[in-house]
Nanobody, 122 residues
């Protein structure tokens, strides 16, 4: 079993900053990609940012220049530094990881965290 545990959400004023963390634990052979998605009320879940095990990153256009994703492979942890937050960033943020648990099969499984609320409001 694999668990993703998120932390760092909360309420922040427009222009403020927050840092999200997500730690993966359990039966892990290799983590291929880690990332963050978000879902606002009435909207579909969307990719915010992702990072490969080699460090390649991908960002949604709406967060480029404001958010930074990073990863500590030794700790199986991914971070999302969010700066210059806007009210439209308000959403539940979900950690995602694509993980190989069985070295022999090599099958990659998609795991999700429980979600953490980020609210940007004055």
């Amino acid at each position: 079993q694999v668990q993703l545990v998120e932390s760092g959400g909360g309420l922040v004023q427009p222009g403020g900053s927050l840092r999200l963390s997500c730690a993966a634990s359990g039966s892990i052979f290799s983590i291929i990609t880690m990332g963050w998605y978000r879902q606002a009320p009435g909207k579909q879940r969307e990719l915010v940012a992702s990072i490969s095990n080699g460090g390649s990153t991908n960002y949604a256009d709406s967060v480029k220049g404001r958010f930074t994703i990073s990863r500590d492979n030794a700790k199986n942890t991914v971070y999302l530094q969010m700066n210059s937050l806007k009210p439209e960033d308000t959403a539940v943020y979900y950690c995602n990881a694509k993980i190989i648990t069985d070295r022999w099969s090599g099958a990659m499984i998609n795991y999700w965290g429980q979600g953490t609320q980020v609210t940007v409001s004055s």
